[in-house]
């Protein structure tokens, strides 16, 4: 069945990025001049989603001004004919009805979180896309997990290798058998130290998942760090359901880091025709 809908959980309280997180949420940090949900957002309409869900929480209100219209900021921009940034704007602009917003009233965990938007999704598989992993190129992954889906039908989870000191981190799969575009998930577990982890392969935050889940989540009881976890809600469906690994073709930034978040900041500023040679020059000098 085709995939036309995406959650995006923002609801995380960012404490990484204190103090810029205090008012903002993380997920409107920039990665140039973009905050990292655009990318986000941009990477599922890329890939031919429709409807976006927000799993928003207190304090996220930025996120839905930031796609919505700004009235006194175009009328500015119109009356000084700055035409390009207001073309720009509209580009941003979600359609009427595309995006709905549901808030997780309690830092619960990632699985709690998708479980919160299970009205929206009804009886369709749907994508998760966890905003601060940014992926370059942005459409590539998440049309290839889509692709993959509806030729087996099964729940796909994005993978690549992780530095085995850091699976801590991840949810860690065990691999199964492969075909030429997948692997077949045996076993996952969340944030397994080193000498646990059943591999090196670590879950990217992007999903696609049959509407199964929302039951599973519902009777998953709290696991790491006393949370409710997306990872243990997918371990229930092995053995039932099919589960499969794509792995990741492109690059990942971590932007739930701060050394992340400046790493994707450099690498994209060195990729953009306006400032690249400027950035380039700056890297020299302070390196
Ligand atoms: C979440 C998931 C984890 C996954 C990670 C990817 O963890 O729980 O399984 O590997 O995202 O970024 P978080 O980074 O929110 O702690």
């Known amino acids: 069945m085709a995939v036309k809908t995406a959650v995006f959980p923002v609801a995380g309280l960012g404490t990484r990025f204190l103090p810029a997180t205090k008012a903002i949420p993380k997920e409107m940090l920039p990665v140039v001049d973009t905050p990292l949900i655009q990318y986000a957002v941009e990477e599922a309409l890329e890939a031919g989603i429709e409807n976006l869900v927000f799993v928003t929480g207190r304090g996220k209100t930025a996120i839905e001004d930031h796609f919505d219209v700004s009235y006194e900021l175009e009328a500015t921009l119109r009356s000084r004919a700055e035409t390009e940034t207001l073309e720009m704007l509209n580009e941003i602009r979600l359609r009427p009805g595309q995006a709905a917003y549901v808030r997780q009233m309690e830092p619960l965990g990632l699985g709690h979180a998708v479980w919160c938007a299970r009205h929206l999704i009804g009886d369709e598989p749907f994508a998760v896309l966890l905003a601060d ?58 944030k397994p130290s080193t000498a646990e982890a059943p591999s090196n392969l670590g879950v990217i935050g992007r999903y696609i998942l049959n509407p199964s889940i929302m039951d599973r989540l519902a009777s998953t009881r709290p696991g790491s760090i006393g949370e409710i976890q997306l990872t243990d809600g997918i371990a229930t469906a092995l053995g039932t359901e099919l589960v499969s690994a794509v792995t990741n073709p492109g690059v990942r930034f971590d932007c739930g880091t701060t050394i992340g978040l400046i790493e994707a900041t450099l690498s994209i500023a060195l990729e953009r025709d306006d400032i690249s040679t400027d950035v380039r020059a700056l890297v020299k000098r302070l390196g």
Not at 147 to 167: F, K, R, S, Y
Not at 174 to 190: D, L
């Open 133 to 190: 992993d940014l992926l370059h190129p942005t459409g590539d992954a998440l049309k290839a997990m889509i692709t993959e889906h509806e030729a087996t039908g099964a729940n796909i989870i994005l993978v690549q290798e992780v530095d085995p000191v850091h699976t801590d981190r991840y949810g860690i799969i065990t691999p199964g058998e492969s075909t030429e575009t997948a692997t077949e998930v045996v076993g996952i577990v969340e």
